[in-house]
């Protein structure tokens, strides 16, 4: 029985009658931009993510860019981010000409390293941003601590950690600005491109409608540089009927990960952490695997959809060579490039599908074995 990485079907299934009446009044209300259904979207979702605020914008890679604009990040600051991450992260950075600074990560939680974080402090540097990677929170009480410690923003990658809390807080509410994704394989998967942007500062929430809305505050009076980049309405419609379930999705990836765990702990793999002070919302159920690219063909050929987040670190990707020593080492985030593997991971995933891919990894690592 094939099992996909992937599969939004099974939320659908439960939402999915309800979206569609959401969104049919959108379509008959005739306010699609800017209009009552986003502005209650955002409003929900600020309460769920303990922030004053929420901006909602087209994208994920939009929320990061607009983030660090209000933060009036620009040419000649840096920005201290991981190199093992989505290439959003770093393109939003390079968007507002400021230079990325790569720190390592930690080899267990795969996020950014607060010690290296530490390190790569300069007179530049002027925000953090971590990603709370696969749906981990990163060390945010040490990196709240060194970003206040020094003066810097910290901007949280929030993208694949909507519902994540550490000691008890949302992920996004302890940073300057909290970035969210709405792209469908999310925890709060849209039916299209989405993101938002949380942040307690009355003064940056005002900055971000600006800046989201061609840089005008009242219709055609235009007081900087801004895009078009807002969260359409019949999109907000449908996140916000998923808003609802999303406390259940989560649960649900949480449940199969601790059937991974329970079944996978015997055998090579090291399995995510399980934070005691955090939950971890699975994103993805990312392993660190001896011969991964032949265990990654193996599941491949056994109709497993496996994948590697992410193959080449974003200090070795042309995209950043301009910006980054050739010479630029980060030994772990090459190392973990070199033996991620995410396995199946969706809210609805049955214990059968899960036990699929658990034979299929047991008996590879068995057949190697008796070579
Ligand atoms: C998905 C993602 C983004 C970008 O979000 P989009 O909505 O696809 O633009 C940014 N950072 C990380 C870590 C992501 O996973």
Redesign the pocket.
Known sequence: MPVPLFDPQPQHAVVGVEVEQAVLQVLQSGQYILGPAQQQFATQAANLLDSAHAIGVA???DA?HLALRAADIGPGDEVITPAF??A??VEAILYCGATPVFADIDPVSLNLCPTATAQAISTRTKAILP?H?FGLPAELAALHELATEHGLWLIE?C??SFGATVQGRPTGSWGDFGCF???PT?NLGGYG?G?LVTTQSEAAAERLKVLRNHGSRQRYEHHELGYNSRLDDVQAAALAVKLQYLPDFNAQRQQAASWYCQHLQDTPLQLPPTPTNATHVYGQFTVRAPQRDHLHQYLHQHGIGAAVYYPIPLHRQPLCAAMVDSELSLPVTEQVTADCLSLPMFPGISETQVQEVVRAVRSFYEGTQAD
Do not use: E, N
């Open positions: 994208s994920g890679t990061l991450t989505f959003a992260t990603v990677l990658d993208a694949q994704s709405f792209f999310k491109d993101g």
